[in-house]
């Protein structure tokens, strides 16, 4: 394949190095490899053969955290790059990763890890397990605390839709190529046939949910991000903090309104925070605490 690609004609009969001597293990310390040229013959034979090798959880997490940014590119186009017949011997499903070594990700020390671990899990529904993106609110780094709360806040929310509302995509088909319309059918695919499924049971006990949402709303503002490591990229900009302060209201608002004996928890964080100066969380709270008293009247003495 490398000989047809480089030179437009196959090898002699019987010169091709066979398919059991390209393995991943043979082939891997070559992805790590100090020079340069070592590696790029062993990206080229990993564009061909990833597929193939079907590497394990554990083999994927070593490839993203790799200290060279060519062998991070990979692995991030095999995972979240669209299937195509482009990228058909280096693609990767993420649905047959270890939900273990996704999550290991998200708290990778490393910029490029844990930016790998967010996207797989926000991509992959399968990975978006309440208890554990609530064990990620404790997490050191700000933007995994914040995606894990922004995820919560769409999984637990109130949607105000009509009752026969269905997903669509914008656009029409009628212009586009074979590959965009598959692209677009994958799209379609993925938005389902109605509103999110919404967990049936909680993220964490009362308790807890009280503790994050005392514990955020007093953190005080952080300051700007460390700067990113040498050619790592962040997959969208990181969630200023007032926002995410504001998916955590709105996400306890919407549980406490399920739930008299969370409301009675929780509101009197709200009434305090009623008080912000911080325009967004004093007017999130304050639709919080009008709310909840509106469906438990009890509380308001």
């Not at 020390?109 to 990620?136: E, K, S």
Request: hydrophobic share 40%.
């Amino acid at each position: 394949i490398l000989c047809l690609k480089l030179t437009d004609r196959p090898v002699d009969p019987d010169a091709e190095i066979p398919a059991s001597f390209l393995t991943l293990e043979r082939l891997q310390p070559l992805l790590n490899h100090l020079y340069v040229e070592m590696r790029q013959f062993a990206l080229e034979i990993a564009q061909f053969e990833l597929a193939r090798w079907s590497p394990s959880s554990r083999d994927v997490v070593l490839l993203a955290e790799s200290r060279y940014p060519e062998t991070r590119d990979l692995i991030q186009e095999a995972l979240l790059d669209p299937a195509s017949a482009d990228n058909k011997g280096y693609h990767l499903h993420t649905e047959t990763l270890d939900p273990t070594a996704v999550y290991g990700l998200c708290e990778s020390r490393h910029a490029f890890g844990r930016q790998l671990g967010m996207q797989i899990v926000r991509a992959t529904p399968q990975f978006q397990q309440p208890q554990v993106l609530f064990q990620l609110t404790e997490s050191p780094e700000r933007e995994v605390r914040s995606f894990a709360i922004r995820l919560l806040w769409q999984r637990y929310r109130h949607y105000a839709t009509t009752a026969d509302w269905r997903p669509h995509l914008n656009g029409t088909t009628l212009s586009l190529g074979q590959t965009k319309i598959q692209q677009q059918a994958q799209r379609a695919q993925q938005l389902g046939t109605g509103l999110p499924e919404r967990p049936t049971e909680w993220p964490a006990t009362a308790d807890a949910l009280q503790g994050l949402l005392r514990r955020w709303l007093f953190e005080l503002p952080p300051a700007r991000l460390a700067p990113m490591e040498q050619g790592v990229t962040l997959s969208r900009k990181p969630m200023p903090a007032s926002r995410a302060k504001c998916a955590l209201i709105e996400t306890c608002r919407d549980l406490a309104l399920e739930d008299q004996a969370f409301a009675q928890l929780v509101l009197p964080v709200f009434e305090t925070f009623q008080r912000s100066r911080a325009q967004m969380e004093q007017a999130a709270c304050l639709v919080a605490v009008t709310r909840i008293r509106h469906a438990y009247p009890a509380l308001l003495s």
